[in-house]
């Protein structure tokens, strides 16, 4: 690939650095300050290439504005990928801390036009670190006045996400339904317990079998990780990585809705139609995972109280009823109808500032 084909993107900036003493590889991806501050979680992962890390930064950042735009929360969107020479667990703990020195120096740079925030591999703990450098950061431990996780707020969204495509597509409540959930971590294991408290058989899978145990406790069926693209549910819910579903995933896929965590589940937007054409109902993720962006934006911009984080969380529900009537109006997908409505966010905003 050429420089230009790398860094062709239509967002607003990217950033790199590289740090030999590390290894690392540091990208932060403003795709868009129009609605407020870019935010977005840091990811630490091994990619292939740069132009991977580079592509996957950008595909991230993207999401997080739509997500902040149909949340109605003032913050644009962006994304940070630290690209690991090892993988996370490998990493030892000095050149762990050098690395968030570094990335916190970056966001320094960036002087508050991008906050960042957990994402996959970092936690609360690495943001205090993060926080004995720069202030753009969210998600800090409650010790250290910050939010906390916003793993639970994420998964009661993502539930919330799954009622509401399971009724919309005429499957009744989730009493009786097996919903199938990818990914039992901080997230997933969480959908998980709501949809068994709920009356759903689960079926689950991880990599890490270490998490697996107290599934099978909860009397959950463990199924093998590359089974679950083939096997029969009613409920899908991806809640480890994305680009999941690919077209040829979305051909085959033996569901009816697919509603989880993870970030840009669909490889891309033809997998979408595919899913649409087979009656599958998808609930678009920048929707059914907004809860994490709504906790940390709404604890720590907006003031929010715990209660009125967790009334915006389960709205989620709602807002997604609101996505599904539009693609029913307008036989289009529910991806393409989240889209309209962000963009009316967007819009809104837009006029009322010029207005002003
Ligand atoms: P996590 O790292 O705690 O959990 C991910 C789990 O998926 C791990 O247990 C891992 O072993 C498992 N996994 C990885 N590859 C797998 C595979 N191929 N098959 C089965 N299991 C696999 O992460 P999390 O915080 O639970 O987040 C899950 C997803 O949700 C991520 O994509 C994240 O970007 C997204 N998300 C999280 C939040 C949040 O608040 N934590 C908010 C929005 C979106
Ligand atoms: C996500 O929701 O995907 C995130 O990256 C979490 C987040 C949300 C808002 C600010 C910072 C991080």
């Known amino acids: 690939m050429s420089i230009e084909e790398t860094l062709e993107w239509d967002g607003e900036l990217t950033v790199t650095r590289f740090d030999r003493e590390t290894g690392a590889w540091f990208v932060i991806r403003l795709d868009s300050t129009v609605l407020g501050p870019a935010a977005g979680g840091t990811r630490a992962a091994q990619y292939p290439t740069l132009d991977a890390a580079l592509a996957d930064a950008g595909k991230l950042a993207g999401a997080m504005t739509l997500k902040m735009a149909v949340s109605n929360l003032p913050m644009g969107g962006g994304k940070s990928v630290i690209a690991l020479p090892a993988p996370r667990k490998d990493i030892d703990p000095k050149s762990w ?134 096997t029969r549910c009613d409920v899908f819910a991806p809640c480890a990585m994305g680009g999941v579903i690919t077209a040829n995933v979305a051909s085959n896929l033996d569901c009816a809705v697919v509603a989880g965590a993870a970030n840009n589940v669909l490889a891309d937007e033809y997998a979408g139609e595919i899913l649409n054409k087979r009656g599958i109902l998808y609930a678009p993720d920048f929707v059914a995972n907004a809860g994490g962006a709504i906790h940390l934006v709404g604890r720590e911009v907006l003031g929010w109280s715990e209660s009125t984080v967790h009334e915006r969380a389960v709205g989620i529900g709602e807002s997604l009823g609101r996505v599904f009537a539009i693609s029913d109006a307008e036989s289009s997908t529910p991806e393409a109808a989240a889209k309209k409505l962000a963009a009316g966010r967007a819009q809104q905003v837009s006029s009322a500032s010029v207005g002003a």
């Open 97 to 230: 801390t050098r690395i968030l020195e570094i990335h916190a120096e970056n966001l320094n740079k960036l002087n508050g036009s991008y906050w960042t925030g957990p994402d996959v591999n970092t936690n609360s703990a690495d943001m205090d670190v993060l926080n004995d450098t720069t202030r753009f950061v969210f998600g800090r431990s409650i010790e250290r006045g910050g939010a906390g996780s916003s793993a639970l707020t994420t998964a009661i969204g993502v539930f919330e996400a799954i009622k509401a495509s399971a009724h919309h597509r005429g499957l009744g409540t989730l009493d009786g339904l097996t919903v199938l959930v990818q990914g039992l971590g901080a997230v997933g294991g969480s959908v998980a317990a709501l949809a068994a408290d709920a009356g759903a058989r689960l079926l689950v899978a991880d990599t890490d079998r270490e998490r697996l145990g107290h599934a099978r406790a909860l009397g959950h069926t463990v199924i093998e990780p590359d089974d679950v693209l083939t």
